[in-house]
């Protein structure tokens, strides 16, 4: 099972939106709506900000969105804040109770 | 509401087996979910190591699978990893998690420790 492709780096201004994507498999990504993103401060642990795909755990603002087509996921942050400015890693089911990880994009806010 | 809580040596001699334990609190591991590991090398990504089912039933990445082993004590709501002959491509952030198989509405995850492998 090979790591989900992520882009290193993205960026937007405060106010604007950036979309992130994730991309894997038909064995993974494509085949299971079992996507998850996660935020992560430095020297802190990851936060689930959408899981299955669309779902946002309670407390997450609705700024944070989830979507997939075929075999990409991707993360949409609206209206971006300073405090968005983090590390952000997907992962998927990827069957046989297999979980892969992207490798991270670190989102900077200008 | 569910908190975790890693605990073990920080310091492990190449060769040696790495032990962690996480500690639940504020739900029953027998309820359900499963709970497992991930890492973190310092400045890398994420890697899922391996999840547990109360009942026993345990699942890892094949790239460790020889390595591993995960094992629950219902009774003292705790589970373990154990991973044998470390290097030092084994230095990361370990971290213990709820709902570790399908990262779904149930996921959190404990704080981590960071253990090295050097002599």
């Known amino acids: ?62 700024r944070f969105s989830g979507s997939k087509s075929d075999n990409t996921a991707s993360l949409t942050v609206s209206g971006l804040q300073a405090e968005d400015e983090a590390d952000y890693y997907c992962s998927s089911y990827a069957g046989s109770n297999i979980v892969v990880f992207g490798g991270g994009t670190k989102l900077t806010v200008l | 509401q569910v908190q975790l809580q890693e605990s073990g040596p920080g310091l492990v001699k190449p060769s040696e087996t790495l032990s962690l334990t996480c500690t639940v609190s504020g739900y ?37 699978k020889s390595r591993v082993t995960i094992s629950v004590d219902t009774s003292k709501n705790h589970f373990s990893l154990k991973l044998s002959s470390v290097t030092a491509a084994d230095t990361a952030v370990y971290y213990c998690a709820r709902d570790a198989l399908f990262m779904s509405g149930g996921n959190s995850w404990g704080q981590g420790t960071l253990v090295t492998v050097s002599s």
């Open chain 1, 1 to 62: 099972q090979s790591a989900l492709t992520q882009p290193p780096s993205a960026s937007g201004s405060p106010g604007q939106s950036v979309t992130i994507s994730c991309t894997g498999t038909s064995s993974d990504v494509g085949g299971y709506n079992y996507v998850s993103w996660y935020q992560q401060h430095p020297g802190k642990a990851p936060k689930l900000m959408i899981y299955e795909v669309t779902k946002r755990p309670s407390g997450v603002p609705d």
């Open chain 2, 28 to 64: 029953s591991i027998s309820s359900g979910y499963y709970w497992g590991w991930i890492r973190q090398p310092p400045g890398k990504g994420l890697e899922w190591i391996g999840s547990i089912y109360h009942t026993g039933n345990t699942y890892y990445n094949p790239s460790l």
